[in-house]
């Protein structure tokens, strides 16, 4: 598993497949909740083309938008207004941890829930250095995994519906998008937080049509 700070912002062409695609927005949605873009990273979005990554109307708009917030910002800011929602000085003003919004406190119940899950998988012990698997960066590389890698008896749809219902769906487009869109210093994350809402949406939607 890699760690999703070295991600880079790599879409497929138009004829590449839909699943590549998937993973890929994947990627780049744990890249940038990770950590702040780069100069690297900034540098490929003045570059990056304004339709969106992956095929439908609803991502549109906010793909454009996080677009637009990404070629007005600068590393600087970027970084400031990571440190001010995730890090702060203390405690976060917004957590990035599924345990804290399942559960209202850090390390309770739903981590030791996916950690389970994520042995089963064979990934349990994959978590960014510093971090712990619960950390919504890490939950988009697991999707990312399960939709892209080489292992049929785990990668399949079946495992991404099962992973994405029970860590992704009950929190992340939701509480966590929420809290990020709703703080007023939330500019280029407020962005990805309404493209990182509507992006569960869709596939909360494709889930739901394979049953």
Sequence with gaps: ??????????FSSPGDAEELQRAELYGLLARLWFAPPDADLLAQFTHAVTEAPQAGGLLEEPWQALVGEMRSTTVADAHDEYETLFLGTGKAEVFLYGSYH??????EKPLVALRSDL???????AAPEGETEDHVAFLFEV?????AGDDAAVCNLEQQRRFFRDHVQPWVGTSLCDA???HPRAQVYAALARLTRLF???ETQGFDLIE
């Design 1 to 10: 598993m890699n760690n999703p700070s070295h991600q880079t912002l790599q």
């Design 102 to 107: 399942l559960s209202g406190a850090l390390n």
């Design 119 to 125: 042995a089963a998988l064979g990934l349990a012990s």
């Design 143 to 147: 999707m990312r995994w399960l939709i």
């Design 180 to 182: 990020v869109e709703q």
């Design 200 to 202: 569960v949406e869709v």
